[in-house]
């Protein structure tokens, strides 16, 4: 099982860039400016058992999440529109990747995965994200993102 443990920084050149994703969960054009230039710090515990607790801080917010990756649902208030999600975070692929799927209210066409892996030796956190729109008699729309974040050395 994979160790997530450590403190990353976002690697924005590396990174997709993530305005549209966030056009379509509802964050205001003024957010996603500033978040696209502003930097973005992770910070993940993990026993490499059950227990996950990540913090995520940015120049605009700090926000921490504790979950069990057991597929338990959890819910969370979005930070950006007020509704209510229903979460769940589990193991895929023998352990070397932690998958987060996000459901939202009923009636709400969109659905999130996130997978997060560890790549480059462990040096880099790699998170995707895809978020998908259903749409009544059409194809769904698929917006896909990637997010690199490079480990900072222990002190």
Same mark, same amino acid.
Request: aromatic content about 6%.
């Given at each position: 099982?994979?160790?997530?443990?450590?403190?990353? #920084? &976002?690697? !924005?050149?590396?990174?997709?860039? !993530?305005?549209? &994703? &966030? !056009?379509?969960?509802?964050? /205001?054009?003024?957010?996603?400016?500033?978040?696209?230039?502003?930097?973005?710090?992770?910070?993940?515990?993990?026993?490499? $058992?059950?227990?996950?607790?990540?913090?995520?801080?940015?120049?605009? %917010?700090?926000?921490?999440?504790?979950?069990? &990756?057991? *597929?338990?649902?959890?819910?969370?208030?979005?930070?950006?529109?007020?509704? #209510?999600?229903?979460?769940?975070?589990?193991?895929?692929?023998? $352990?070397?990747?932690?998958?987060?799927?996000?459901?939202? /209210?009923? *009636?709400?066409?969109?659905? !999130?995965?996130?997978?997060?892996?560890?790549?480059?030796? *462990?040096?880099?956190?790699?998170?995707?994200?895809?978020?998908?729109?259903?749409?009544?008699?059409? /194809?769904?729309?698929? %917006?896909?993102?990637?997010?690199?974040?490079?480990? #900072?050395?222990?002190?």
């Amino acid at each position: 099982m994979e160790d997530f443990s450590g403190t990353f #920084v &976002l690697d !924005q050149s590396a990174s997709d860039d !993530q305005s549209k &994703l &966030l !056009q379509h969960l509802g964050a /205001p054009w003024a957010v996603r400016a500033t978040l696209a230039r502003t930097s973005r710090r992770v910070t993940i515990t993990h026993d490499q $058992g059950l227990l996950w607790r990540e913090t995520v801080t940015t120049a605009l %917010i700090s926000k921490t999440v504790v979950c069990s &990756l057991d *597929g338990t649902p959890r819910r969370e208030v979005s930070p950006v529109d007020r509704t #209510v999600l229903s979460i769940t975070d589990g193991y895929d692929d023998e $352990g070397r990747m932690v998958v987060t799927h996000v459901r939202f /209210p009923d *009636g709400d066409p969109r659905s !999130q995965t996130m997978r997060k892996l560890m790549i480059n030796g *462990g040096r880099t956190f790699h998170v995707s994200t895809v978020l998908t729109i259903e749409h009544e008699g059409k /194809p769904a729309t698929t %917006i896909h993102t990637n997010s690199y974040f490079n480990r #900072v050395p222990d002190a």
